[in-house]
């Protein structure tokens, strides 16, 4: 039970991270620590298996330049793999004439950030493409993929393993700190001084800690003695989706023009590898850190986020947009009506409630989404020998292999592997 580097949180970005790490070191003892009993439980296999572009991000940002590498590395990684996608491309389509400016502005911004085949098409190519859909304009993304991350997570597992790593399932981490035996005075210390505890009391020891525990990422960092700051708030998205018989409306994907007002993309058509295609999701509060149901609730993952005051700022910033939101949760119609901007024959008759997932979205003490990722430590004994992965947002699934590479450039930075 030693190894040199424990990552905790079996997510895809964990396991990517794990991969990349063991194929930089291969003489070097690496484990994997997760809660679940299974792999890429959470987000990692909640989400919308949409290979993403590129465009939406903040040119120069990591996430920009983590998405349009990260999605070049998925498609390579899936055909040595044998993994199934399908590049079936996206149309962000603009159904108001106020919508046109916002578009041509994120065609400028997909081009700054290198994405591929972009162009601007018009009423007649979009129905070309799509021909249930209506707009106006239409920016195009061709390399705009699919695939099932799930799938790709265990094959990033398999690598891993392959390679000599060790996969601790229903592992969750409680308690991290230092053995005794290695305090400062001792001259020369452990060689594997730090020991991590899970909730059954077994432990193994360690030199260095990678966190990748995506809904959990603050309060690991706070039983590590690091930074509470920023602090996760769960938002659950809600799917509907098609019926069987009227999948064939839908090719590839259809989004809307997203709304620098609101926070999050809006709903939006995603077919998938199985054939079905997901619709939504909406954007609610969710009551439990892993709450997928209306009903599921937790008093202390409810209370983290109700006494945070960034919360408050958030919401009374986008108080009618989170109404909205909610009134759209309980009404099937209300989201029937959302679709229908784009596809006019879609009616309430032709959907039924799907899954939904929960995002982790780290938000900042004055309300303000944190959108990049976000990578910190401590200081310390312990804190010096930890990295925790704080914010791995959309599209971290995408940019998976790209922040794998980053993580481990980190890592062999901070802990001179």
């Known amino acids: 039970s030693t190894f040199d580097v424990a990552v905790v949180g079996a997510g895809i970005v964990g396991l990517a991270s794990a991969r990349e790490l063991v194929r930089r070191h291969p003489s070097l003892a690496f484990a994997v620590l997760e809660k679940e009993k299974e792999l890429a439980h959470h987000q990692s296999g909640h989400n919308s298996g949409v290979i993403h572009s590129g465009i939406y991000y ?25 993994i199934p996608y399908k590049q079936c491309g996206k149309l962000i389509v603009a159904v108001e004439q106020d919508e046109i400016p916002r578009l041509k502005a994120l065609y400028e911004r997909g081009l700054q950030n290198n994405v591929r085949g972009l162009k601007l098409i018009g009423a007649k190519e979009i129905q ?33 393993q392959e390679a000599g790593g060790t996969i601790l ?30 909730s059954k009391g ?29 602090r996760i708030v769960p938002f659950r998205g809600d799917y509907l989706v098609l019926k069987p018989e009227k999948c064939y409306m839908v090719k590839g994907n259809i989004y809307p023009v997203p709304n620098p007002q609101f926070p999050f993309l809006g709903f ?25 149901s209306l009903f599921d609730f937790s008093a202390g993952d409810f209370l983290d986020a109700v006494t945070y005051s960034g919360l408050w700022k958030l919401v009374l910033r986008n108080l009618s947009y989170g109404l909205s939101e909610m009134y759209r949760a309980c009404f099937l119609s209300a989201q029937v009506k959302q679709l229908q901007k784009f596809i006019p024959e879609v009616t309430i008759n032709d959907v039924l409630r799907g899954p939904s997932g929960v995002r982790a979205q780290a938000l900042d003490s004055d309300g303000n989404l944190v959108d990049d990722f976000v990578f910190d430590g401590g ?31 980190e890592v062999k930075r901070r802990f001179e592997l």
Request: a negative charge; hydrophobic letters at 35%; proline letters at 6%.
């Open 128 to 160: 070309a493409k799509e021909p249930f859909c209506r707009g106006l304009m239409a920016l195009d993304s061709p390399y705009t993929g699919i695939v099932n991350y799930k799938q790709v997570a265990q094959s990033y597992a398999e690598d891993f």
């Open 202 to 230: 077994e432990e193994i020891y360690c030199r260095h800690i990678v966190t990748c525990a995506g809904l959990y990422s603050d309060r690991l960092s706070e039983i590590s003695g690091c930074s509470p700051e920023p």
């Open 58 to 82: 903040k040119p120069g940002s990591l996430k920009a330049k983590l998405c349009v590498q990260g999605a070049a590395l998925c498609y390579e990684y899936c055909d040595q793999k044998g």
């Open 379 to 409: 200081s310390g004994d312990i804190g010096s020998r930890i990295l925790h992965v704080r914010n791995a947002p959309s599209p971290a699934a995408t940019s998976s292999l790209a922040i794998a590479k980053m993580i481990a450039d």
């Open 268 to 292: 939006h058509f995603t077919p998938r590898m199985d054939g079905s295609v997901w619709l939504g999701p909406n954007a609610v509060l969710a009551f439990k850190r892993e709450g997928y």
């Open 169 to 198: 399932t229903d592992f969750e981490v409680t308690n991290m700190e230092m053995a005794k035996e290695s305090s400062s005075e001792s001259e020369d210390g452990l060689k594997y001084p730090v020991i991590v505890r899970n």
